[in-house]
């Protein structure tokens, strides 16, 4: 069974700091891609950032410079750390895991993480 566990969201003010981590089970996890995404109410889910099998980096356009995203094979996990948060950062978080070329994509349940003074 392919599970996708997120955690580290939470509520921060702007200007902060949150890391976020996606632990994979089920799959075999240097294989996929990895992605996180984001959505709030009445929107559609936004792509933030993603990391090839290859280690190879992507970012929406909204956090380019401010978030990174990282996997560690070893661990099954991948993580986004977002620095200089702002409130439109606003949004459930998912993870999302890939394999190039196969029907295979998996989501997390989501984190929320919201930005507000």
């Known amino acids: 069974q392919v599970q996708l566990v997120e955690s580290g969201g939470g509520s921060v003010q702007p200007g902060e700091s949150l890391r976020l981590s996606c632990v994979a089970s089920?799959?075999?996890?240097?294989?996929?891609?990895m992605r996180w995404y984001r959505q709030v109410p009445g929107k559609e889910r936004e792509m933030v950032a993603n990391?090839?099998?290859?280690?190879?980096?992507k970012y929406g356009n909204s956090v380019k410079g401010r978030f990174t995203i990282a996997r560690d094979n070893a661990k099954n996990t991948v993580y986004l750390q977002m620095n200089k948060l702002k409130p439109e950062d606003t949004a459930v978080y998912y993870c999302?895991?890939?394999?190039?070329?196969?029907?295979?994509?998996?989501w997390g349940q989501g984190t929320q993480v919201t930005v507000s003074s």
């Open positions: 089920g799959i075999n996890f240097r294989r996929y891609d």
């Open positions: 999302n895991a890939e394999r190039p070329f196969y029907p295979e994509n998996y």
């Open positions: 990391i090839t099998s290859g280690e190879s980096t």
